[in-house]
């Protein structure tokens, strides 16, 4: 039984070392939600255009002419 926990123990060692010894910390800060600082974007930021009507002739898929 001893054979068995010392082979239990060492896999768990060889998986920890595998995946690089678990949890490890982040020096940056945790991300804050929104800024209080940034602009929204509206919609009358945005350029809008129109939509270009299609000048392509319609293929036909069964002979694809």
């Known amino acids: 039984m001893s054979r ?3 082979a239990a123990a060492a896999a ?4 920890l ?3 690089g010894g678990g949890k ?7 991300a804050t939600g929104s800024k209080g600082t940034a602009k ?3 919609s009358a930021d945005k350029k809008k255009t129109t939509a270009k009507p299609d000048t392509a002739r319609a293929k036909n898929p069964l002979t694809n002419n």
């Not at 768990?12 to 998986?15: F, Q, R, S, T």
């Not at 490890?24 to 945790?30: F, G, R």
């Open 4 to 6: 068995t926990i010392l």
């Open 17 to 19: 070392a595998a995946c």
């Open 40 to 42: 929204p974007t509206t």
């Open 24 to 30: 490890q910390q982040s020096t940056k800060p945790a």
């Open 12 to 15: 768990v060692l060889i998986g």
